[in-house]
């Protein structure tokens, strides 16, 4: 990367510097808004023992979750196991450690953590086994647990166009935990479908200013279906 310009070229060089026992935050929503090429780059890599943060862990065979079959994620943070056989199984046998934290919360915990803010009280998952441990304060009456922020050494996130400057334009559903995922990485690598020159982009329609993004690659996606659904 030189200067302003955060294009890079390769997915070698999008996720360089990633070792072993990174903490990874994900953007997307099970296969929808997923950085794909990125997350292939890291199964290649090899890198082990990582903690990933993101919504839920894809599928058996496809996005976040092709890095479960070599057991290269040593522990998720996610809201739920969804339509993955092989995440419910390293769950139920010990292999992986799994938090699950109420959707709400995680993606209030990666904004916060971009934001710079330590902790927040929430309402959320008082009474529940989430609210175990934690610190309990009450509001005009009203009980609420305290959540630690999340913040990662990496995280990737898909875009739909991005200049060279690394300022970032989602786009329908991907806007669902991208934004909060792309503020809360030391290192912050964007996915995109096109790269535009400094200028033609609507500053106004610009959901991630640059300043939070480090590195750009455009990317060819497939864009799986999770669950195909017809009408006969």
Not at 1 to 8: E, H
Not at 70 to 78: F, L, N, P, R, S
Not at 136 to 149: M, Q, T
Not at 220 to 227: A, L, P
Request: proline share 4%; charged share 25%; net charge negative.
């Amino acid at each position: 990367m030189a200067g302003f310009d955060k294009v890079v070229s390769s997915y070698e060089a999008a996720m360089e510097g990633l070792k072993d026992g990174d903490t990874i935050i994900a953007g997307g929503f099970g296969l929808c808004g997923i950085p794909e090429g990125l997350i292939s780059e890291i199964k290649r890599k090899q890198t082990k023992n990582l903690t990933v943060v993101s919504n839920n862990c894809g599928v058996d065979d496809f996005g976040l979750g092709v890095l479960l079959h070599d057991k290269q994620i040593k522990k998720i943070i996610a809201s739920y196991v969804g339509e993955n056989a092989l995440f419910e199984k390293q769950l139920l046998d010990g292999e992986i450690e799994v938090v699950l934290t109420p959707q709400g919360t995680l993606a209030e915990k990666m904004r916060a953590g971009g934001a710079g803010i330590p902790a927040f009280y929430t309402a959320t998952g008082y009474g529940t086994p989430v609210a175990e441990g934690k610190e309990v304060k009450e509001f005009d009456g009203r009980p609420y647990i305290l959540e630690e922020s999340i913040t990662g050494e990496f995280a990737i996130v898909k875009a739909w166009k991005a200049d060279r400057y690394g300022n970032l334009v989602f786009r329908h559903t991907a806007m669902n935990f991208n934004p909060m995922a792309a503020t809360a990485g030391k290192i912050t690598v964007a996915e995109v479908e096109e790269i535009v020159e400094p200028g033609e982009l609507e500053p106004s329609q610009i959901h991630t200013p640059g300043i939070y993004v480090n590195r750009v690659i455009k990317g060819d996606f497939e864009k799986r279906i999770e669950r195909v659904t017809t009408r006969d």
